[in-house]
């Protein structure tokens, strides 16, 4: 029903979190933490399913039937959608070891003042889209999470924040989604309320980050193909590759170039061909890869290709 | 054209070039509010 409720609001702007809640003695795995606060300070107690939106302001318990959980939160998200955001996110993320690190431009724009006396935070949650884990019942996990406090932040005043997620282990990070919220406790003892949330974008990254080629026995000229540079406008990189067959022109540049890629196909070896190349920013902050993969078939050997008809969707 | 002539013609062109910015103020710059997104959290869910 969850994942169904994500794919009903998916062209809308809503995203589902699901965190798992185990009951186990010790607990295999509980929602992260920094998160597990907020929504615990909705209502006292214990009672799944537990579901919050806008961190708290409106929240269920222990919906007993599917009927009655959807028609609760279609109209908790329908509620929250025609609230306005009372704060500007612009966030950005990279990877730092296995930790993930978000710089997060946050702009008040609500009449509270955000301190630590009201428990004002920004968070980043790291969900992975479309992988069901066994810990969870749904294609919407939410992994990990975090909190940096926010000091003070009067109404009207712009600051930036930096969160760290330490120990962030996806079974694949092309399906990763940063989500960055702003919220604060309304009450000592009372719920949260949430001014505004974004989805932080990569600080650097490369599209498409894969490219694959199979060669008949006999050819060795492969195409050139390209990639482009996305990330954090202006942002100046360099790119090199670990396999000399493989050149890059330009070596580099700024976000919105696009490299040309270029193989010498004599050099390649019967069989797989494997590269990496490694784009950096000028600071080394932030690093992307792309991988390229040829295989070149030995003397003799045959590749067959199949072409399978596509149907689109209009 | 003398140059007094000169001066009296580019106080009313500007003069008149302020009166159209007045009349025709710049159209206000603006942004577009940032549109709002919605976080649904659940824990525990059984579907």
């Known amino acids: 029903m969850i994942d169904q409720l994500a794919e009903e609001y998916s062209n809308q702007p809503v995203v589902v979190v699901d965190y798992h809640f185990s009951i186990d003695t010790p607990p295999l795995f509980d929602p992260p933490q920094a998160r597990w606060n907020v929504i615990q300070a909705s209502e006292a107690g214990l009672g799944l399913t537990w579901v919050v939106v806008d961190s708290g302001r409106l929240h269920h318990r222990g919906a007993e039937t599917t009927p009655e959980a959807y028609e609760t939160y279609t109209a908790m998200i329908d509620d929250a959608l025609a609230r306005p955001a009372t704060a500007e996110i612009n966030a950005f993320w990279w990877l730092d070891g296995s930790s993930v690190k978000v710089s997060a431009t946050v702009k008040n724009n609500s009449a509270v003042t955000l301190t630590t006396g009201n428990n004002a935070g920004v968070y980043a949650i790291v969900k992975e889209n479309g992988v069901k884990y066994e810990t969870h019942t749904t294609y919407q996990p939410g992994i990990a999470a975090a909190k940096t406090a926010i000091s003070s932040l009067a109404p009207g005043e712009t600051d930036t924040f930096e969160i760290e997620v330490p120990d962030v282990d996806p079974t694949d990070w092309s399906k990763v989604e940063i989500i960055v919220l702003v919220d604060y406790q309304t009450a000592p003892g009372e719920h949260y309320d949430q001014l505004q949330a974004a989805i932080a974008t990569k600080a650097l990254d490369v599209h498409p980050d894969y490219h694959l080629f199979f060669l008949d026995d006999g050819v060795t000229s492969v195409p050139g193909f390209t990639s482009v540079v996305l990330g954090n406008q202006g942002l100046a990189w360099t790119a090199s590759s670990n396999q000399t067959w493989l050149s890059l022109n330009p070596s580099s540049g700024i976000v919105g170039d696009a490299i040309v890629m270029t193989t010498d196909g004599t050099a390649l070896e019967a069989g797989w061909n494997s590269a990496v190349v490694t784009i950096t920013d000028s600071s080394e902050t932030y690093t992307t890869n792309v991988i390229v993969e040829i295989y070149a078939a030995s003397p003799g050997e045959e590749i067959n290709r199949v072409f399978l008809p596509v149907i689109t969707r209009p | ?47």
């Open chain 2, 1 to 47: 054209m003398q140059l007094r002539n000169k001066l009296l013609l580019l106080l009313a062109l500007s003069l008149l070039a302020g009166l159209t910015g007045v009349v025709h103020p710049a159209q206000s710059q603006e942004a577009t509010p940032q549109e709002k997104l919605v976080v649904f959290e659940t824990v525990g869910s059984p579907t």
